[in-house]
């Protein structure tokens, strides 16, 4: 069979298991995808990891995988402050939680406070009272934290990190 051929079979097969919510079919989907999961991981885990970024998702509203981030913080303008690693040892460093089940994940947090950086800076400076470049980098991190989270935890339950940077939901 040609690529194309099987995509197409394996299309025809999913969508009869979907359409015929029978948990049996499900269960055999379930199995095989365990299966190739199991053969990524020995075989080819740098792309496992990646699949499993993105069945990760099922666990949070807001959620973007590493790949995104990396994708969504390179384009940025003006740019991003923080480097993952940077943000991750700015946050340990003031004790605030990189994560929130069910609301965001840490990626998402990382790209919603560069965000918030890059585009609300001046504003927060004036708002403390001070020059940008006079604000504490401890103060713009929680500042941007507590601006970040009030997205990603809207009462509102209207802001997607996803849509707002149009990612696939």
């Known amino acids: 069979m040609t690529q194309e051929e ?22 055999v989907f379930g199995e095989v995808m365990t299966e190739m999961m199991h053969w990524m991981i020995y075989n080819k885990p740098d792309a ?36 993952k690693e940077a943000w991750k040892r700015a946050m340990e460093s003031l004790g605030l939680p990189m994560e929130e089940s069910p609301c965001y994940n840490s990626c998402s947090l990382w790209v919603e406070m560069n965000k918030v950086y890059s585009d609300s800076a001046a504003s927060i400076a004036k708002i403390m009272g001070v020059p940008v470049g006079s604000v504490k980098e401890e103060d713009m991190v929680r500042a941007t934290y507590a601006l970040a989270i009030d997205n990603l935890k809207d009462e509102d ?13």
């Open 48 to 83: 496992a990891k990646e699949w499993l970024e993105k069945l990760d998702s099922i666990r949070w509203k807001n959620y973007l995988t590493s790949k995104e981030a990396e994708e969504i913080i390179s384009k940025m303008e003006p740019a991003a402050p923080w480097t």
């Open 157 to 169: 339950d209207v802001y997607s990190i996803r849509h707002y940077f149009r990612l696939s939901e």
């Open 6 to 27: 099987l995509k197409e079979r394996y299309t025809a097969l999913y969508d009869y298991m979907s359409v015929s919510k029978n948990p049996a079919y499900m269960m």
